[in-house]
Nanobody, 124 residues
Framework: QVQLVESGGGLVQAGGSLRLSCGGS????????MGWFRQAPGKEREFVGY????????DYADFVKGRFAISRDNAENTVYLQMNSLKPEDTAMYYC?????????????????WGQGTQVTVSS
């Protein structure tokens, strides 16, 4: 069982950047495929992006393509979400999640483990 802890959230102006980090509790982190999701108040949790266990493949929601990028450093048990050109509508709680299987990664229910989230607020 891997424990996940997000960090790096905060308040930023529109057009700015943030880099979120998600740290795993131990080396088992390296075998998990990782996703990022977000949830705004009153809305359902939505898929943001995904990276396979070795980092060879990534995928993103259409609304972040070209602005966000996911990477990982398995030696450091960490996955990153680089967010550029932030918009007020990006304001949400951001969560990382781990899954063993490389399928259905758009679906939150397919993930095995979740972090507690980090808040991102983008001011206009």
């Amino acid at each position: 069982q891997v424990q996940l802890v997000e960090s790096g959230g905060g308040l930023v102006q529109a057009g700015g950047s943030l880099r979120l980090s998600c740290g795993g509790s131990d080396s088992s982190f390296s075998i998990y495929n990782m996703g990022w999701f977000r949830q705004a108040p009153g809305k359902e949790r939505e898929f943001v992006g995904y990276i396979t266990w070795g980092g060879a493949s990534t995928d993103y929601a259409d609304f972040v393509k070209g602005r966000f990028a996911i990477s990982r450093d398995n030696a450091e048990n960490t996955v990153y979400l680089q967010m550029n050109s932030l918009k007020p509508e990006d304001t949400a709680m951001y969560y990382c999640a781990a899954k063993a299987r490389d399928d259905n990664y758009y679906e939150a229910r397919s993930y095995d483990y979740w972090g507690q989230g980090t808040q991102v607020t983008v001011s206009s």
